[in-house]
């Protein structure tokens, strides 16, 4: 087996989750719960605000706490990819790889 860095690590378990069982994955990655401001404090850790309830909180998903942790160990984050919307807007998780910022 190669030698692997910790973000490949990251990757590579979170492509095996996501080939064992896509629907749940993509389930759990466009899932998000409320939280609190002591969380949406950290450091590390992304939340969104909260979308539903606009100006009463934050939200946070499984990326945002994946990313959290894998900040701390690699300095980086990971990224979902996802398929071009489909005819109802929808799209698809298709995999997980490296986050890079892009400007726009």
């Not at 990757?11 to 989750?17: S, T, Y």
């Not at 759990?28 to 979308?51: D, G, K, M, Y």
């Not at 990819?81 to 489909?86: I, T, Y």
């Amino acid at each position: 087996m190669k030698n692997l860095d910790s973000l490949d690590i990251f990757l590579k378990v979170l492509n095996e989750a996501y080939q064992a069982d896509p629907a749940a994955i993509h389930s759990l990655i466009c899932n998000r719960v409320p939280c609190n401001l002591l969380l949406a404090s950290h450091p590390t850790v992304q939340v969104e605000t909260n979308e539903v309830a606009i100006g009463e909180g934050w939200t946070v998903g499984l990326l945002g706490i994946i990313n959290g942790i894998c900040e701390e160990v690699t300095g980086e984050k990971v990224a979902v990819m996802f398929s071009e919307p489909d005819i109802y807007g929808r799209k698809k998780v298709l995999g997980f790889t490296q986050y890079r910022k892009t400007i726009s």
